[in-house]
């Protein structure tokens, strides 16, 4: 049986008057994942809800913010990006390596640009 922490994102009802939850999960092992993208397939799932022990704060996108850092964030924002937007075209983990190493030769860029006019001075 897996057991996770799992943070509720948003609830909302469908026009056959059923819920969808949407929960966001901590960094996962890969067996982990791997169990659950099989519960997915298998389109089974069983979900105890315990009450929050402390209030969060939530931003724009409905992703809880407290005790996050801030690449698990970052992660669970571009999660969301990309399973409103990408989700059946490319998987997570290349969606994901992609768009951070576009960060990170963003950033390299900033460098070399500060690099460069360090040396003009």
């Known amino acids: 049986m897996l057991r996770i922490n799992l943070e509720i994102g948003s609830v909302s009802t469908l026009q056959d008057k059923s819920c969808k939850v949407v929960c966001y999960t901590p960094e996962l092992p890969p067996e982990a994942m791997t169990e659950l993208f099989t519960l997915q397939k ?5 979900a105890v809800f315990q009450g929050a022990k402390n209030e969060k704060t939530v931003d724009a ?3 809880p913010s407290e005790g996050k850092t801030p690449s698990q964030r970052l992660r669970a924002v571009l999660y969301v990006w990309w399973e409103q937007k990408y989700q059946g075209t490319i998987t ?3 969606f994901y390596k992609k768009h951070i190493e576009k960060i ?18």
Do not use: H, M, R, T
């Not at 298998?42 to 069983?46: N, P, Q, R, V």
């Open 61 to 63: 996108l409905g992703i």
């Open 42 to 46: 298998e389109g089974l799932c069983a």
């Open 92 to 94: 997570f983990d290349d």
């Open 104 to 121: 990170i030769e963003g950033v390299k860029i900033k460098l070399e640009e500060n690099k460069q006019s360090n040396s003009i001075i």
